[in-house]
């Protein structure tokens, strides 16, 4: 379990979240809205061990700053919002980098295989051999989030649960994709892991999540499941646009929701 | 095609690199023992080079004492200098440029070699009067010590200057790398201006780079601190790998960030410090080699460490024969053979990348 409790994060000597408590439990996704700046990326770096921050986070007990950057790696894996690569590296090349703390969880004679499974539950086969830089940004992140996967590829070891910390994972994903990502998170979490998923789609935080944390002016504004924190009142404040939950459109002017679609894996 | 019908062997994973690159290193093994054995057999002496070379290794008794004494004295000490030298240098490189993320950096380039060349020069000129002190307490290693600190200094202060947030700019390392050098060479010239004669003599020569004057001493002087630093080398690969990815996410993939470029820092500068120290500025060796190598086994450090370190010793080693026989029986300093080759192909490397580089 990761929690935090009354939490503040500076940047420099700036205070950019303010008073925050959260938790993550194995077995749950949970999801963090809120409008740009709101503090989102600062409240998962922070989660990270990134940033400095006073308050107490803990993981399964144990408070974050006694953990050491190898221990940390064992138990959490981090998509960043944007990832960057300075060398010329090959897809597989660098979701074997997952590997790099040599905790994922499996056999070791599995290990090898491992960035081709994990390239094939993105949706990535065939492209273990292209250069990472010269793939479409879509691809960049899925890339990205297999090698996430390859660091905790068991979502329970030795008996803790591991999480995933994922910072807008589908935000430049195509709608099929989007599902995907999130299924394998949504799995992840099922299996006994622990998924938290900064998002922008309300519908997908809706559909996936079971409690959703709303983020606004660097405080945590509203939390619960979709149905508790998704109403009128609350998300019209937060995002600061009048909205109504649950409302088809005016004229039949076409919708389409991700919770209509059905794919195959 | 033939290949297609022969049954299929156990092939390497798509974009699995690490077959080919571990063959690369053991063909860098190679060339560099043959590049090593003909540098011994190879120079002035007139006696057939490779029956000499046979003669002292086989300990026959036909051998002149002289030929014993080239072979012993004067060869041997220069190609073992080379080999670490040159390993030293394209390790530092490499090194370098995994830690600041960016294929151009390079302890010749960016200063790190003339704040050692500074601290080098220091111990020449005043190593009988200010710094009599320190000579007498590091013996041989005042100079090598002497430079580790100005190559240390340099890291440092370009590491604070281009290094915001752990993304360093290219133009600002290149520029910042500009001013530290421009620095120290002024500094530099300061020593110069107060060094007698033959203090200039040796500083001439020192400062174009060569391997001419190499000795046992020298080698006992450079060699320990290059060898522990191309020992410690493999140990950064796993983490210089995560850092290309940045520095935050090398910390989520477990890697102690800080304590890796701590470390990283104070190895180049020490194996900087201990080629400036004993060759004077040799340059370019450690941008070619590991670029060479980048576009042959692509940038993972657990393979492009050892191999930039068996190709540079085996480069410098050729450059060394080119300058003992381009203009024999004199010769050119190497440092004149490196920057001829290595700033033409450095040009060649900036010309590659105009479109990303966004200077
Ligand atoms: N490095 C920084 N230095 C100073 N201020 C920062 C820094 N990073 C973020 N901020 C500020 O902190 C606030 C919160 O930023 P954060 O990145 O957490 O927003 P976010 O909720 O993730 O937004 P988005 O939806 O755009 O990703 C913003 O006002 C931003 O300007
Ligand atoms: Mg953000």
Known sequence: MIEATDLDVFIGEKRIVTGASFEARPGEFVSIVGPNGSGKTTLMRALCGDLDFSGEITFTGRSLSVLKPWQLAGIRAVLPQAASLSFPFTVREVVKLGLTGGRSGVLPGEADRLPERALAKVDLVGFAGRFYQELSGGEQQRVQLARVLCQVWAPVLEGNPRFLLLDEPVSSLDIKHQLTIMRIAREFADRGGGTVAILHDLNLASMFSDRIYVMHRGRIAASGTPAEVLRDELISRVFECAMKVGVPTPMGMPYVLPQTATIAL | ?359
């Open chain 2, 1 to 359: 095609m033939m290949a297609a019908t022969r049954p299929r062997r156990e092939h390497p994973a798509e974009g699995d690199r690490s077959a080919r690159a571990r063959l690369a290193i053991l063909l860098c093994g190679l060339l560099l023992g043959v590049v090593a054995l003909a540098s011994l057999g190879y120079g002035a002496s007139h006696t057939s080079a490779m029956t000499l070379l046979w003669n002292v290794m086989s300990g026959a008794d036909a051998i002149s004492a002289r030929d014993r004494i080239i072979v012993y004295d004067i060869r041997l000490p220069r190609v073992i200098l080379g080999i670490l030298i040159g390993a030293a240098l394209a390790v530092s490189g490499a090194v370098m440029q995994g830690l600041f993320r960016n294929p151009l950096a390079d302890p010749g380039l960016v200063g790190v070699s003339a704040g050692a060349g500074l601290g080098a020069i220091s111990v020449i000129v005043l190593g009988t009067t200010a710094l009599g002190p320190v000579v007498q307490m590091f013996g041989i290693y005042a100079l090598p010590f002497s430079a580790f600190l100005g190559g240390l200094a340099t890291s440092l202060i370009l590491y604070r200057v281009a290094t915001r947030r752990g993304q360093t700019s290219i133009a600002t390392m290149l520029l910042a790398g500009i001013a530290l050098a421009a620095m120290a060479g002024a500094f530099s010239g300061v020593m110069v201006y107060l060094a007698d004669d033959r203090q200039l003599r040796d500083l001439t020569f020192w400062g174009l780079g060569s391997l001419a004057g190499a000795t046992w001493t020298k080698i006992a002087a450079a060699a320990p601190i290059i060898v522990v630093t191309l020992l410690a080398a493999p140990f950064l690969a796993r983490g210089l790998n995560a850092l290309s990815l940045g520095e935050a996410t090398a910390h989520h993939l477990g890697v102690p960030v800080q304590r890796l470029k701590n470390v990283a820092i104070v190895a180049v500068a020490a194996a900087v410090g201990a080629c400036v120290a004993v060759s004077g500025g040799i340059g370019f060796v450690g941008i070619v080699v590991p670029h060479l190598l980048r576009l042959l086994i692509g940038p993972d450090n657990r393979y492009l460490l050892p191999a930039s370190a068996l190709l540079g010793a085996a480069l410098l080693l050729a450059a060394d024969a080119v300058s003992r026989s381009i203009v024999a029986p004199a010769e050119l300093p190497i440092g004149i053979v490196t920057a001829a080759v290595g700033a033409p192909f450095f040009l060649w490397i900036l010309l590659r990348r105009r479109g990303i580089l966004d200077l």
